[in-house]
């Protein structure tokens, strides 16, 4: 026999009881904390070890705003500058003659690029300083005629080797950029009938930048610091002037920590533009623009006010 179901009965008089919110403990990590001692640790050694030296601290912040160190700030940036320029107008020539379809201009730009790259910037420096040895006179026809030794000077001689020796990495860079930009891009202008210069500076060019400005950002730093490398052709830059400070004050490691100090403020102010320019280009690829430092400093201040849980 069955037993009858009685279907009009109602519920349970009484609820289940809730079920009980999961505490979650989150998991120890203990090698965190052993990783960040042994780094304190070693920092407090190093600090301990610079600290028994017999340098004369005083010496950096006494020649620190001197005006030869000033001067050769101002010539670092305006060498870095001037490179970078020569290093971007010819990246783009050859990235462009790279990519063309004429085999002489693909192999000259091929052969520029494997040169330039494969040979040291301080070996090029030397090698422009030293045509003189070889060429006595520099000669252009009607155009210039003028002894080597007065024609390639210090400045020229810095910008040549920087300058040209960019170009070869930036052309890599540019030729990346290019590539990374969908070939239905230029299909689609090329059947609107826009000529190929207009579709590289309306179509192709400004969509390629979100991935050259990234690179392009870390050749400018490096840049910056390889114009230390002219001092070995007698241009007077930053790192020259604070050797010769050094040499005559009696204090050449107090110079060199100087010469570092300026180059980290250059570099960090060189990072923060980086920062800027690719947050503009990342507009209308990315959901979301990443935070900028003053908003970071912002939210973690306004976070410390508020209670655990997000409550207010």
């Known amino acids: 026999m069955t037993a009858d179901i009685d279907k009009t009965a109602g519920p349970r008089d009484t609820p289940p009881a809730g079920a009980e919110a999961i505490r979650a403990i989150p998991v120890r990590h203990y090698g965190r904390w052993v990783s960040a001692v042994i780094a304190i640790a070693i920092l407090v050694a190093i600090v301990y070890a610079f600290g028994q030296g017999k340098i004369n601290w005083h010496a950096v912040p006494d020649y620190f705003f001197d005006h030869r160190i000033m001067t050769g700030v101002g010539k670092t940036l305006l060498l870095t500058v001037l490179s970078m320029l020569i290093g971007i107008v010819g990246g783009i020539v050859l990235a462009v003659m790279r990519l063309s379809r004429n085999p002489v201009t693909s192999s000259i730009a091929w052969f520029y690029i494997w040169f330039f790259r494969g040979t040291p910037v301080l070996v090029q420096l030397f090698l422009w300083f030293n045509l003189g040895l070889v060429f006595e006179y520099i000669d252009l026809g009607p155009i210039y005629k003028n002894y080597w030794s007065d024609f390639m000077t210090p400045l020229l001689t810095a910008l040549l080797g920087l300058g040209l020796n960019e170009a070869a990495y930036m052309a890599e860079i540019c030729r990346a950029g290019l590539l990374a930009v969908d070939e239905g ?89 980086q920062f800027y320019i690719e947050r503009y280009y990342a507009r209308g690829s990315s959901r979301q623009l990443p935070p900028t430092p003053w908003q970071k400093v912002k939210a973690n201040v306004l976070s410390l006010g508020r209670p655990k849980g997000g409550m207010a």
Request: glycine share 6%.
């Open 185 to 273: 891009q230029t299909e689609a202008a090329q059947a609107l009938g826009m000529s190929h210069g207009k579709t590289l500076r309306r179509i192709i060019i400004p969509q390629a930048m979100r991935v050259i400005v990234p690179p392009t950002g870390n050749e400018v730093i490096n840049m910056l610091k390889t114009t230390s490398l002219v001092a070995a052709v007698q241009y007077p830059e930053l790192f020259r002037y604070a050797q010769d400070i050094g040499q005559n004050s009696g204090a050449p490691v107090e110079m060199y920590f100087l010469a570092a100090a300026w180059y980290l403020i250059m570099t960090s102010v060189l990072s923060i533009g």
